[in-house]
């Protein structure tokens, strides 16, 4: 029994490298495609976002969205609001802005 137990632990380890090192792979070559298609730069893009909505720039992301390579720069705001700014990862153009919907403020309400 404890040999069965071994055995099946390594058999899931083994799976677990394998299947990880797959995903990791595959999420490496997706970043690279984003990055090829982006001529606009992280900075260039945090310091469009700045300009587009005034406050702290909490994180940027390369992302896909509608076909298009696009920088996702989320602000916030004096008044505490979360503001995602989409940028045109190849021209810099302002896509849109999104309001960010309060995660923890739909949880309150949820439990009230």
């Known amino acids: ?19 990880s090192s797959a995903w990791a792979d595959d999420k490496e070559a997706k970043l690279t495609d984003l990055v090829k298609d982006a001529t606009v730069t992280i900075e260039q893009a945090i310091k469009t976002a700045s300009e587009k909505v005034p406050g702290t720039v909490v994180e940027a992301e390369l992302e896909k969205k509608h076909g298009k390579t696009v ?14 700014v989409h940028i045109d990862a190849a021209t810099g153009a302002v896509i849109d802005t999104e309001a960010k919907k309060d995660e923890k403020k739909k949880e309150g309400k949820k439990g009230k």
């Open 1 to 19: 029994m404890r040999t069965l137990r071994i055995m099946t632990a390594g058999v899931m380890g083994f799976l677990f490298a394998v299947g």
């Open 71 to 84: 920088w996702e720069v989320e602000v916030l705001g004096a008044d505490g609001n979360v503001t995602e």
